[in-house]
Structure formats: structure tokens, C-alpha cells
């Protein structure tokens, strides 16, 4: 796979690898990982009930999900609530 700068958008084939992406389907995980500056790729709309959450994946994502599912990240509310609903528009509007 080609590496790219974080400034490029990334090929469509690496949005399918676990090795360059992070994936969820959860809303306030997603929302947490925003705030705490990780990279949104994409939006996965294949399901019709549910949007899969495309991430960069970079260092310490998975320790900063971890500690969001434990309760133990600690956000700025008014950040949290901001970034909700900046991701709350555009699930909406595409």
C-alpha cells in the first residue's frame, strides 16, 4: 500500500484496510474520538440502518476508544456536545 500524507485523501482500497483505518458504528465513540483530534475519513452508508464511522487509524486510537467504553477519557463538555453535533449534521445532510 501507498503511504500517504495525512493531508492527502487516502485511496479508496485503504479505507478497507484494518491496518490504515479504525471502524466503528458507535455514535458518542466516534464523537469522543473527534474531540480528542482523530482523523474522520469517511462515512460508510452500505447499511441502511446504521453508518459505520471510517478513522484514521493512528497511535493510541484504540487506548483513547478503551478508556471512552471504561469512563475514564476525560473530554471538555462543551467540546463533546459541539463535535455531536457538527457529526449529528452531517449524518444528516449527505
Not at 473527534?34 to 493512528?58: T, W
Not at 453535533?85 to 452531517?90: G, I
Request: glycine residues 2%; positive net charge; hydrophobic residues 40%.
Amino acid at each position: 500500500m501507498r503511504k500517504t500524507n495525512k493531508n492527502e485523501r487516502p485511496e479508496v482500497a485503504a479505507l478497507n484496510d484494518p491496518a490504515y483505518v479504525w471502524t466503528t458504528y458507535d455514535l458518542g465513540v466516534s464523537t469522543a474520538l473527534l474531540c480528542a483530534g482523530f482523523e474522520l475519513l469517511s462515512l460508510n452508508r452500505n447499511n441502511p440502518r446504521k453508518v459505520l464511522f471510517i478513522f484514521r487509524r493512528e497511535e493510541n486510537i484504540d487506548e483513547t476508544a478503551n478508556a471512552y467504553f471504561a469512563d475514564q477519557l476525560k473530554l471538555n463538555a462543551r467540546a463533546y456536545f459541539d463535535q455531536l453535533k457538527a457529526l449529528k449534521n452531517r449524518l444528516y445532510s449527505e
